[in-house]
């Protein structure tokens, strides 16, 4: 018998402020974890003070596992587009830095293709005034950040929803207000 955890797949993106990262992810079907962490900088493994110095190239990113006969790559990178401003390359929303910048890291060459093509529809949409400047990388080591950033929406209702005053939620009403 097949081991699950063979069927199983990872997905990492950054889109700002990773506590506004994973509650869109991790309420859909076929969703394993979401785990809150770092990735494609120079430092081994970074805290939260050395990220946001923003000295050490690391992105705040949500690393994704989960089920792609359930739920597939494309969909989560449709999710994606949905809550990170694909045209703000220095931040997102009211967090600015390079550690904020919007990146998709993809974990194989189908990944790489799929996040291609789908930058390339959005681009295509004419959804967007601006051009979609998400950078799209291979993926590097990821680095869970402390257990007090994990499942933050969870933990610190209100602080999240002040996080989500931010910016994000009206950016999301504005541009998909038809999925909610």
């Known amino acids: 018998m097949e081991n699950e955890q063979t069927k199983l797949d990872t997905a990492i993106f950054a889109g700002g402020c990773f506590w506004c990262m994973v509650q869109p992810f991790n309420t859909l ?3 394993k974890k979401v ?4 990735t494609g900088g120079h430092v081994e493994n ?3 003070e050395q990220v946001c110095t923003g000295t050490t190239g690391h992105t705040e990113a949500v690393e994704i596992t989960f089920d792609p006969e359930v739920f597939p790559y494309e969909k989560l990178v449709e999710i994606y587009w949905q809550v990170a401003d694909p045209t703000d390359a220095t931040g997102q929303f009211q967090d ?3 550690q ?14 799929t996040a291609e093509a789908s930058k390339a529809k959005l681009a295509a949409s004419g959804l967007f005034d601006k051009p979609i400047v998400t950078q799209i990388e291979p993926a590097a080591p990821f680095y869970p950040a402390e257990e007090y950033h994990q499942d933050f929406y969870q933990k610190n209702p209100l602080r999240y929803m002040m996080e989500e005053a931010g910016g994000r939620g009206e950016y999301i009403k504005k541009h998909y207000k038809q999925n909610y």
């Open 96 to 98: 600015r830095g390079d």
């Open 46 to 48: 970074p805290t939260y």
């Open 29 to 31: 079907p076929g969703i």
């Open 100 to 113: 904020y910048r919007p990146v998709i890291y993809y974990n194989s060459p189908e990944q790489k293709a």
């Open 35 to 38: 785990i809150s962490g770092y």
